[in-house]
T-cell receptor
């Protein structure tokens, strides 16, 4: 079984500043890792995913994440945020079945 | 583009009522999922289905049942709604590979009074 811990529940950040959202996972098998974003009053949308290969994964809207197997982490970063990045972000992991395990979410609030 | 639609965005029901939440996907996906989303808990899997008429319990199936009579449609049923089932319900679908992306509907916010 897999589990996911998102280390920050709330991240306030100023516009054009960088942001990092931290995610750690635990699993006894090889994993696939995902970051989803949920804008207000909407469903979840995939930002990026790590399946194999290069540990640096680039996604939509300028986001990227780095898979670190030794630290069992998959942190999400963006070098310069916009007001429109205000949303809730979820880290998720799947193993050798079809189920995704989600973290509790991180709410990012971008201020002008 | 994959589209996952849910029958209602907002729903208000009374304790003890039978509630049906409908989900339809238009991309011929084999797998469909129902989650509930609560603040501070993230998304928790209620049930999923990997084929027509096939279903498996997720992490929190108590108080819920599901039905999948057609490939594109997956229904969540609350047999007798209770106030602790007030939540946001999200449907998702994906193809058959482990690495495929899950696509989510917009959600149904259910309030049970």
């Amino acid at each position: 079984a897999q589990s996911v811990t998102q280390l920050d529940s709330q991240v306030p950040v100023f516009e054009e500043a960088p942001v990092e959202l931290r995610c750690n996972y635990s699993s006894s098998v090889s994993v696939y890792l995902f970051w989803y974003v949920q804008y207000p009053n909407q469903g979840l949308q995939l930002l990026l995913k790590y399946l194999s290969g290069s540990t640096l994964v680039k996604g939509i809207n300028g986001f990227e994440a780095e898979f670190n197997k030794s630290q069992t982490s998959f942190h999400l970063r963006k070098p310069s945020v916009h007001i429109s990045d205000t949303a809730e972000y979820f880290c998720a992991v799947s193993g050798n079945d079809y189920k995704l395990s989600f973290g509790a979410g991180t709410t990012v609030t971008v201020r002008a | 583009d994959v589209k996952v639609t849910q029958s209602s965005r907002y729903l208000v029901k009374r304790t003890g009522e039978k509630v049906f939440l409908e989900c339809v996907q238009d991309m011929d996906h084999e797998n469909m999922f129902w989650y509930r989303q609560d603040p501070g808990l993230g998304l928790r899997l209620i049930y999923f289905s990997y084929d027509v008429k096939m279903k498996e319990k997720g992490d929190i199936p108590e108080g819920y049942s599901v039905s999948r009579e057609k490939k594109e449609r997956f229904s969540l049923i609350l047999e007798s709604a209770s106030t602790n089932q007030t939540s946001m319900y999200l449907c998702a679908s994906k193809r058959g590979l482990l690495t495929d992306t899950q696509y989510f509907g917009p959600g149904t916010r259910l309030t049970v009074l």
